[in-house]
């Protein structure tokens, strides 16, 4: 084919991509999507999934906190809204919502949250021997949920909780503070590559994953040009992150995000863990000696899946809490998930029902690592 053919075909090729780009429906940023919900006393989109009792034909969900008033119950589309009264009711200072007969909100029983052994692509045993814990590939499990915005009376959160420290990051932090580019680059698992969000399915309400929405967030909440490299691949490991260091320095990142952990856990000693997140960051600051990290402490998987050794995940936490130092920082979804599921089931806010957040939970993410680079007030 003569070169300008070729030329003239890449060019409508590109064109092509470009409108396409500019069509694909964006997600609604708002700042306060991504502000840290244990700081507030509002919560937004809080993703519930209704239980209904098979005796007495009763749906039930908890949210996190105690209600003081409920602004808006949407599915998790956000297409539909529901009546107070009509669809749901809720006690003032309570944490549970019910829905009334007739109610427009979908409920399930907790035998829907199953399925047979052996019926499925893969093996989810749950862990009481009765069938496997059903497993979303897609948005199944968001279909199933509702977002609930609510007021709530201040409440002290019961897990450690993140704070901004400006000597924790320095460098990326200075940055940030004075507008200047900052370059990001996230190794990490499926949870990283943006499984299971709404955005991945092109599907209403079209949510990036965390590292989409810290990039994001950084660059209208602060000002600063964001580049961000994600590197992340599905089921991969810290065995498989310490080979990968060419392609992070190929970035020349300012902060790099591990976040390595859940796959881990079915069957990675602390001490290896521990080792293969120390060398990354080693062999990245051999040719990067400025490099900061985000070492990101997993969301806890399913406890009713048996695959994962769930005592793994606050014994991985603590050994990069040891990493830690100035350049270095912990963001620790462990401790903040742990908190979560004190208070919920996991099926509140899964994506996939074993070891994958939904939209708010990767919002969850985002407001975890943002609070460690977040200087403004």
Known sequence: ???????????????????????????????ELLRPFWERDTVHGETVLFIKDEKTSEAKASVLFPI????????????????????????SEKREIVLPAGSRI??????????????QKHRLTHRDGNGE?????????????????????PEKWNTPVPQFDAQALPRSVDKLLNKQPLSIVVLGD???????????????????????????????????????????????????????????????????????????????STENYQANTKKMIHDIREQLPNAEFVLVASMLGNRDWTTLKHESFPKYRDALKELCEPGVALADMTSIWTGILERKKDWDQTGNGVNHPNDFGHRIYAQVIAKLLDAKK
């Open 68 to 91: 003081t008033k409920v602004l808006a119950v949407r599915n998790s589309a956000g297409d539909v809204t529901y009546d107070e009264g009509r669809d749901y009711r809720w006690v």
């Open 190 to 268: 499926s949870i990283s590559t943006g499984l299971n969000t709404s955005a991945l399915f092109n599907a209403a309400p079209f949510q990036p994953g965390y590292p989409g929405l810290l990039k994001r967030h950084l660059q209208e909440n602060i000002g600063s040009k964001v580049t961000l490299t994600n590197l992340s691949v599905g089921g991969t490991a810290t065995s498989w992150g310490v080979n990968q260091v060419e392609s992070v320095v190929s970035a020349k990142p300012d902060l790099v995000i591990l976040a390595f952990g859940m796959n881990d856990s079915a069957g990675v």
């Open 133 to 153: 814990i059903f497993f979303a590939g897609q948005l199944q499990y968001a279909a199933m949920q509702t977002c609930i915005t609510y007021q709530h009376k």
């Open 1 to 31: 084919m003569p070169l300008l053919i070729l030329f003239v075909f890449a060019t409508l090729f590109d064109a092509r991509i470009f409108a396409e780009e500019l069509t694909k429906p964006m997600w609604d940023y708002s700042p």
């Open 106 to 119: 979908v409920s399930h029983v907790p035998a829907d949250m199953r399925r047979p052994a052996g019926s």
